[in-house]
């Protein structure tokens, strides 16, 4: 069947063609190191994982390609502040190539955590400076930036197509920026390189033709990608906050020094939201994968709630949400394990998932097909569970891998709290079943709704 998936570029669903048949170049933009990864900003990994995942089920070879950004990328999308990784040391008192390593190793801990397949490359801007060097002295040569007292930066004006990704209007952007755009020509022009201040020595500056200094944020993508994965590749990806500033950067440096827009399909992964409000590291507190086990939480229940909602929409996190999520993982988790093995896949039924998966990664589509699998009378438990398994291939889920928990002997103690949570949710009271359901996992243990009820389980 045709895999077809939305091109923030065209705004168009579109047929997927790769450049070189069965293979496919995938450039994903990582972390910045200067923190820990929340929760919302994992839900685009989990995107870009089924996103690979779907194209290894259409029998592509997918080189999959994520930048580890430990240098240039400013606290202002506009060019302003500090370096993060700056920002970062000085919080905690390391310097900036240890924070580095540890917020690095910190989020390939979180990438396990969820099941998301580690990349191909995962390649650091700093260790590619050469790179960033060279794509800026070929936009310098085609007289594409200028040299203002702070750093050398990408003239906007020069590239006709600037900002079509993202819709901008420009020429509106230039007319309400004309008071404070500093020494830049345009407001849209944005930094290649960054000059280090004359009375400071950074952690973290190399030298370069216009003087000491480190790369802009975008120049590192793009010289990356083109490294890995040449100067056109197929998919490039990232979350819709990209689109307006880091994205269309990139393709206008593309456009300088390749004559291409980069990558034929560019997807953004949207939102996890907090009370209508997107979740970021700047409100100082954030969820991450550790807050969801201290909470006794499996992390996998976080990806299956991620999957529940469109990669294009934004999702409403909550307690209850996840709760929910937990509860019906646990229950597809049970039935799995329920079934017997060496069965037949059902033609009908993968016929059915390829349709969904292919139509821009429809998992929620898939979620719905998976219950009609357990529900059906008809098919066996043995070519149920083949069948399913093709399914979490894509999902993810770890289905062969889990693990039923031992049967245990539950306290009174527990059961009591496990009730008060259960009244407090039928009487609406939230705080109420939050503050039970907090004393449970404190102790140890989980409530699992179910149709009769609840379950306790022992984590």
Known sequence: ??????????????????????EVGLYCCGPTVYNYAHIGNLRTYIFEDVLRRVLEFNGYKVNHVVNITDVGHLVSDGDDGEDKMAAGAARTGKTAWEIAEIYTDAFLEDLELLNIKTPSILCKATDHIAEQIE???????????????????????QDPAYGYLARLDVEGLQQGARVDKGEKRNATDFALWKFSPADEKRQMEWDSPWGKGFPGWHIECSAMAAKYLGPLFDIHCGGKDHIPVHHSNEIAQAHACYGTNLSNYWMHGYFLQTDKQKMSKSAGEFLRTATLIEKNYDPIAYRFLCLLAHYRSDIAFSWEGLDSASTALNRLREAFHSWDSDGKISEAYIAKFTSYVND?????????????????ASLSSADKRATVEVFDSVLGLGLSQWQPPADVEIPDEIVAFAQKRQDARQSKDWAAADEARD?????????????????????
Do not use: H
């Open 1 to 22: 069947m045709i895999l077809k998936l939305f091109d923030t570029y065209t705004r168009e669903t579109r047929e997927f063609v790769p450049i070189n048949a069965g």
């Open 360 to 376: 821009d990664l429809n998992t929620s589509r898939v979620i719905a097909l998976v219950w009609e699998i357990v529900k059906d």
């Open 135 to 157: 794509a800026i002295r070929q936009i310098d040569a085609k007289g594409m930036c200028y040299v203002c007292s702070d750093g050398v930066y990408f003239d906007t004006s």
């Open 439 to 459: 004393a449970l996992a404190e102790r140890g243990y989980q409530v699992v709704d179910t149709s009769d009820g609840f379950e306790i389980k022992k984590l």
